[in-house]
């Protein structure tokens, strides 16, 4: 059981840096697409978020253009918490205040190397709990 991951065509590019520089760090289900043809993000984002809910105890990238398409569609799902990210400090407080399951990345706004930061940081932050768990809690509605 790997590591999902998924991008549109706009993302195409980025995880395939993320994927080559990342594999020393986690091992990746890829989940496509698998070229710069246009796709529907919403497929990719959907998959994605439906392995990490059956999955609990993983966590998820989703990369598109801007990454709101992909971040509004994966909220979509009750318990799902994916996090549009594009430095690593953001990473930081969305896993330590929002316990975030899914890191979402812009491939259009952010660099290879801050956008392997964020998944480094992302991956090895822990959720802080305590007085973020009530605020956690209070998200699905």
Not at 51 to 57: A, D, I, N, R
């Amino acid at each position: 059981m790997g590591t999902p991951i998924a991008s549109d065509h706009a993302g195409f590019n980025l995880k395939r840096q993320i994927l080559a520089a990342s594999n020393a760090l986690l091992e990746f289900e890829d989940f496509g697409t698998t070229s710069i043809d246009s796709v529907d993000y919403p497929a990719f984002a959907h998959t994605v978020a439906q392995y990490v809910l059956e999955h609990p105890t993983t966590k998820g990238i989703l990369i598109c253009g801007t990454g709101n398409g992909m971040q509004m569609t994966a909220n979509k799902h009750s318990d799902i918490r994916a996090a549009l990210c594009w430095t690593p400090e953001i990473a930081q407080l969305a896993r330590e205040h929002n316990d975030a399951n899914i890191l979402v990345l812009p491939a259009r706004f952010i660099d290879t190397e801050t956008a392997i930061q964020c998944v480094t940081t992302f991956f090895n932050t822990a959720f802080a709990g305590g007085r973020h768990q009530n605020r956690v809690d209070q998200i699905n509605v």
